[in-house]
């Protein structure tokens, strides 16, 4: 039972335009989540959370959305660059379970 | 500053070996984890651990024990290892349990 679905294994965007990136959840009880990027042979870098009480989180070039009616999140990286070809991870957590729940991961490749 | 330092980066063990993955932070942070992870299947919990001299099972404990020895040191020991822990581990600590997570580089461990 996947309880954090990233349904899109990967994605090609020129390098200047806009990647989205999504996430989509079944557990109601999730009240956090976060982002991950990871290069290959190292480990997972944080990149950007955000709680559920908010439905939008900037940080730089990179926005995360969030709507809770539809469990849906995503990450928008605006403008995209060559060094952001990455695997990215969604997880989420509900409070008190002191534990997150990874996605299978999206390879985004930028195109220079 | 090293972060999150494991050791070894790679290990191939035969079918009932044993061996222990060692995990050091230097960040003075509260709480471990120990995640592996597999092609499709994202990063799933083995182990954390929430403060120095506690610890809880995650998604997938069987085959595993784990030591906090310390506030820096938190190992994960494989008994009898079998063909289905090879995978790819990694460790990470954070300030406090829950919050965002520092990963280690990563081990990766055949069993044959």
């Known amino acids: 039972d996947q309880q954090v679905k990233q349904n899109s294994p990967s994605l090609s965007v020129q390098e200047g335009r806009i990647s989205i990136l999504n996430c989509d959840y079944t557990?109601?009880?999730?009240?956090?989540f976060l982002w991950y990027k990871k290069y290959p042979a190292e480990g997972p870098t944080f990149l950007i959370s955000i709680s559920s009480i908010k439905d939008k989180n900037e940080d730089g070039r990179f926005t995360v959305f969030l709507n809770k009616s539809a469990k849906h999140l995503s990450l928008h990286i605006v403008p995209s660059q060559p060094g952001d070809s990455a695997v990215y991870f969604c997880a989420a957590s509900a409070s008190g379970t002191y534990k997150y729940i990874f996605g299978t991961g999206t390879r985004l490749k930028v195109l220079a | 500053n090293a972060g999150v330092t494991q050791t070894p980066k790679f290990q191939v063990l035969k079918t009932g070996q044993s061996m222990t993955l060692q995990c050091a932070q230097d960040m003075n942070h509260n709480s471990m984890y120990w995640y592996r992870q597999d092609p499709g299947m994202g990063l799933r919990l083995i182990y954390y651990?929430?403060?120095?001299?506690?610890?809880d099972k995650g998604e997938v404990p069987n085959g595993y024990n784990v030591s906090r020895l310390n506030k820096r040191e938190f190992s994960l020991r494989l008994e009898s290892a079998a063909p289905s822990q090879t995978s790819v581990y990694f460790c990470a600590s954070s300030e406090t349990v829950g919050g965002e997570a520092f990963f280690g580089q990563g081990t990766r461990l055949t069993v044959v």
């Open positions: 651990s929430a403060s120095e001299g506690t610890t």
């Open positions: 557990n109601s009880m999730f009240d956090y």
